[in-house]
């Protein structure tokens, strides 16, 4: 897979993520969410690996991505939080 469609499933991977997640606090903008979905699919992707559900040097697809991406915004939520209390 190349870099492009990378940033593609990436970028898209992050909207759906958006969407899904609620919460105000979240990064925006299309390089963010860009970056979102991508840092998303390398999570879901070491997560699987390590819970055995892909083999090394598999990665993770569209649906894990996205899995990936709420789980940060999740994350991010908690911590921007914390911040603001």
Known sequence: MGI???II???LAGVVAKFVTPGSNEPS???LTTILGVIGA?????L???LGWYRPGESAGFIGAVIGAVLL???WAMFSRR???
């Open 4 to 6: 492009i469609t990378t």
């Open 9 to 11: 499933i990436g970028f």
């Open 29 to 31: 903008g299309f390089i």
């Open 42 to 46: 390398v999570v879901a992707t070491y």
């Open 48 to 50: 699987g690996q390590a």
């Open 73 to 75: 915004l999740v994350i």
């Open 83 to 85: 911040r603001t209390v």
